[in-house]
């Protein structure tokens, strides 16, 4: 007997779940595996209003909140890398448009695995920074025993949705990854609802050819979208580089919002979805980056 | 036991039993030594639930088929399972996230009226008289997946006891709401399958009911090696056996070599 | 520049870091892995009083019990599986004579990853269970927050040194592993001192080949010992089986004190060490465990 | 800047500077864009320190060496790594456990006189002047490793302030035994390395101090661009600047495709 999982649904139906307001997990790490046409659907869905939980990004987070979509944002680490600083979170930190919950990593590492774990809270040591003083939320004295370093709380986070980006996947769920799956797996634990993109699709056979390749296994992931180039202008690890010519397109458009609103016109809010996106970045240059010498 | 000669072993009986009561997507852990809990998920796979999902829970391999039943946690599970997850990354959802699985299936030294769980010792702690292998998973299993059923090998007095000698997984603690008032989630034990029959939970008092009895096994057998008054309905039903299908589909797509019957007999009538 | 690393020692020189009251961790899993050369080379030691915090085992903490070596033991679950219970600490713990910490996944778990944390303490869910009766020491309830579930605070368990068993390990110490790494690696971080014995060595470009087999990597090992067959008479998951013949055998002879110690002088406590150990299991038995068709 | 005209580039060497400084079988993390600190780890494990182990953070390959710096998380390392941990299997020893690492090496967008580091914002938190990055795992490296170094691509006064206008890592905090008596672990930065100098922290006070300047970088220069006092000893070394056999080892045999002098040339003099 063999049935389908029902997992595999187009991007409109699996983003339809995202609500304006809801807090909104985003995986990956930097330039790599950002889920950007999810990223790019919302925007033109028009959510707005959101909480943002990245993992350390770049391009994902800084699109949704130069699109107007997010109202706060946490922030582990939001960089540009060799390309500088991320343009529209910079903008909006700065002016003040959208609120930041500064956090680090054993604050977001604490705060996911209490979610995972359904526990109210999450203890860290306390390092001595200034993290405490800007978000009291986020971070709280602990009670703590004698002799031990001091400790702080992190509540637990549970995003209502996650968005991810992988390889491949087969027709049950499994997502794999062949590159490294970050804080994926962890996120998808603590987030309530998970929606993966992936490059393309495989049999299960493929999947189980190299199972330990398979970063999140069909158990926590509830839907997933097939999006040929869906982490572009990112890196989808071993199968295309990130697009550097793109990237730096994006940093010059975001000079100012009426520039970057340009941006999003072209390439974002045009109607067409990702083919039409596939079809302004174009065939050349998507190629250049799946043949490995795009890098610099 | 049953005097009615079978045509199947009693570990394929029990596998069929809880392969029924399976659903298409849930989600399931199997530990160590568990031929009969992987017959049945693998069995549920191949017939009406292509979608369940269940994990090793030491070793980390996901749905893996193959057609031989082997031990869960062994390595040559990963050549045929869809993932493999190393132990540290699932601690979070097998010891703490409360529901993140539909069901698990735990044997026990002892069960009780209320469907708690015991592996740990007979008699008291300090000075056991028998001392069994310990707790590892159980507690997190039955306090926290949906639901849990109990499977036991043996149906006896020593196994099925009014009050088990040390709470290890608790069931439905000491009846009525007595688990949700403790804090657990909702859940509990779901049904009991033995070789004499298959037994649940009456939904007030929670308290454990026949609820069908395999062939040639009668009531007063079953009373006879119960330690405690079961709740026994008006009409006693008849297990349904395992059907002709799936007996085929066991032997010749999940155990093809016979591990169940080899390890698995009908206990001898006594 | 290539020196040694100076991490692969001889047995001997490897467990001479254990003295008597010590706690030792043990990793594997019931019959996977179990670091049986490692085992009895303790036991030939003769060390004393030891507290046992054993992954779940069989034979590595049952010989160590039946021996004498042991105070207390911590007890998650040990078990011979279809082969009974575990015979020694069956007795031991039935008359008294080794104390036991009842501990269960989540106490374990919590525990390790405290100890793994430098936290004073981890927290689990409260799951209705005798186990805070029995060890009190082990689960305190755990000040809780408003509309939280009941939880319970596990100490940190740091043991002074773990014995663990890999396939093979580089001259690096690198330790990889063909099946499970089960809780060896979370141990690993936990314990102060940790000895693998694996059954072969392999040049560091082996291991690099298939860095995702590395489950122990080289930080985390301060000696490696290279035994073969050291995991007998358990298996070592994709080199050799379970031996049932033995294990039946040493399940004989658990049988009562005096006829244990019999088994421990022929094969544990002859001055002969593992080559001794070897001959005495035989050419032929050693050599059906490989092929495949031991298991039953 | 230097205006002695140099045979190896800005980012070379910093990567000798830092190699020099570690000692073999010491352990090790590198984050994401962290080309001179991967060319560093691997020099000094092609030199004088072959069981150096290196991690990168969040990619879990360790000791990818392969002749060509790539990005620390990149997919490509996992073929020549020696062993890959998933990230949520590595948080227990990166963001809790006192002195796994040796050392980690840090930049920042400005250090201060006792070496605390701020990669978050410049200028009130709330409305800053200039948003940064963010403070990822810079809060537990400076907080718990043994020692950590800061690596500054530029040095100036925009960089080299009073006071961090947002402490994101604990370096000596202020100054004299206050990172121990606010309860972290002993540790904190041991050098500095920048495109003027070599610095340290004087053992009581904490205070940064001049140890070494580049050729053709006058003490006058460096206090132009520090917007602190440093202390300056009675005689102030010379940089050693990197010896022939330091540069054939790093392009032969660690940077073979020039990463670093394409990367990080030095800065134009002003």
Known sequence: ?296 | MPVVPQSFAMGEMLAVLLARDMADGEKAIVGTNSDIQVAACNLARARHAPHLWWVSGPGGMTNPTEGIIRPAADAENIAVAQAVMDLPLMIDFIDWQVHFFDFAILGALQTDRFGNINTVCVGDHAKPRLRGPGTVGISALCGLSKRFYIMMTRHDRGAFVPKVDFVCGAGHMTGGSSRTDAGLPEGGPRLVVTPLGVFDFEPASKAMRVRSLHEGVTIDEVRDNTGFDLLVPDKIERTLAPDAEELFVLRRAVDTTGVLPAKFPWPKAN
């Open chain 1, 1 to 296: 007997m063999k049935t389908s999982s029902g997992k595999i649904v187009d991007l409109a139906t699996a983003l339809s779940v995202v609500k304006d307001g809801m807090t909104v997990g985003i995986g990956g790490w930097i330039f790599h595996g950002q889920p950007m046409a999810l990223i790019r659907g919302l925007i033109a869905r028009g959510v707005r209003d959101l909480t943002l939980v990245p993992a350390p990004g770049s391009v994902a987070p800084d699109m949704l909140i130069g699109a107007g979509c997010v109202k706060e944002t946490a922030c582990v680490f939001i960089s540009f890398e060799h390309l500088g600083l991320a343009p529209n979170f910079r903008r909006a930190a700065q002016s003040g448009t959208v609120k930041v919950l500064e956090m680090d990593g054993p604050g977001i590492a604490g705060g996911l695995r209490a979610g995972a774990c359904d526990l109210p809270y999450g203890l860290i040591p306390d390092l001595g920074t200034d993290l405490p003083k800007v978000n009291p939320n986020g971070y709280r004295k602990a009670r703590v025993q004698e002799g031990s370093r001091p400790l702080l709380e992190v509540p637990a986070i549970k995003p209502d949705v996650l968005l991810l980006h992988g390889q491949q996947a087969d027709e049950e769920g499994n997502v794999q990854y062949f590159g490294a799956g970050y804080f994926d797996l962890l996120m998808a634990q603590a987030a309530k609802h998970v929606i993966c993109s992936v490059d393309r699709i495989v049999p299960t056979s493929t999947v189980r050819q190299s199972a330990r390749l398979t970063k999140i296994p069909s158990a926590f992931v509830d839907a997933i979208v097939v999006t040929p180039f869906g982490a572009h202008p990112g890196c989808s690890p071993g199968l295309y580089d990130q697009d550097e010519a793109h990237l730096k397109t994006y940093v010059a458009a975001s000079r100012d919002q009426k520039s970057f609103d340009s941006y999003l016109d072209t390439f974002v809010r045009n109607g067409g979805g990702e083919p039409a996106y596939r079809d302004k970045i174009g065939a050349q240059a998507l190629a250049a980056l799946t043949s490995g010498g795009a890098a610099p």
